[in-house]
């Protein structure tokens, strides 16, 4: 069902976290290859666009070719302090009058798939969503998190103002943005300059597939669950 719609696949070179994370072969491939495929695969863009600053990642991005494009993104927006939403305004660039939805999809979330991408998709054209973002169900309550001070070893409680509730099924439900997808009406954003405002709706993803590497012992787990993920879907 390809529309006039953009992926954008952010995949700079740098990473404190786990250098060369984007090129790290997942499962057998590169890490940055599976978002490509999920892309290609849901049928839903008549271009993706792959910002790098990484030769090797414009490599393989090159080697999709079709609808796959390499993009050399400039110096200046290559270091960890430049925010995604920036990275993608200047992936739209000037053909923004050419797509009505735009897909931010980092390549740190393998887990997603193009049935993720169909979906949040089709929420946001039947429902005219200017905005949605994948969310995950968190395993932890703020209600039972403590800071603390490592020279006195202080704990103190987070929410304050709210009494502790002991059973974790007493607990209200609570989401956390899993950074596995980022859909916005392109005239929106352009405005907007932002990802999630006060119209941004949610979509849900499981837990198992909300892994995002930004570590090894994260890439580790995420390639766990790849390979096990007919055993995590009929949990």
């Known amino acids: 069902m ?3 719609s953009i992926a954008i696949i952010p995949a700079r070179l740098g990473s404190k976290g786990f250098p060369g994370k984007n090129t790290n072969f997942f499962n057998g491939k590169p890490l940055v290859s599976w978002t490509i495929e999920a892309a290609l695969l849901s049928d839903s863009f008549s271009k993706i666009v792959v910002s790098s600053d990484d030769e090797a990642v414009l490599e393989i991005a090159d080697s999709f070719g079709d609808i796959v494009k390499a993009y050399k993104r400039r110096r200046s927006l290559s270091h960890d ?3 995604g939403i920036a990275v993608a305004l200047d992936a739209i ?4 009058e050419s797509y009505e939805f735009g897909l931010f999809l980092q390549p740190t979330s393998p887990l997603r798939t193009s049935d993720d991408i169909k979906a949040i998709l089709r929420l946001a054209q039947q429902k005219n969503y200017k905005s949605v973002v994948s ?6 309550s703020p209600n039972w998190m403590y ?5 006195s070893h202080k704990v103190e409680k987070y929410e304050k103002e709210n009494a502790l509730i002991p059973l974790r099924q007493n607990t209200k439900s609570l989401y956390h943005l899993n950074g596995a997808l980022y859909l916005f009406q392109i005239a929106w954003l352009l405005k907007s300059r932002e990802f999630i405002t006060d119209v941004t709706r949610g979509y849900i993803m499981p837990g198992y597939k909300s892994v995002d590497i930004d570590s090894k012992s994260d890439f580790l787990l995420a390639e766990l669950i790849s390979s096990k993920l ?3 879907e009929n949990l």
């Open 93 to 96: 660039g000037n053909e923004k």
């Open 2 to 4: 390809v529309n006039k």
């Open 135 to 140: 969310i995950t169900e968190a395993t932890k």
């Open 230 to 232: 007919n055993i995590f």
């Open 147 to 151: 800071s603390f001070d490592r020279n």
């Open 81 to 83: 302090r430049v925010p």
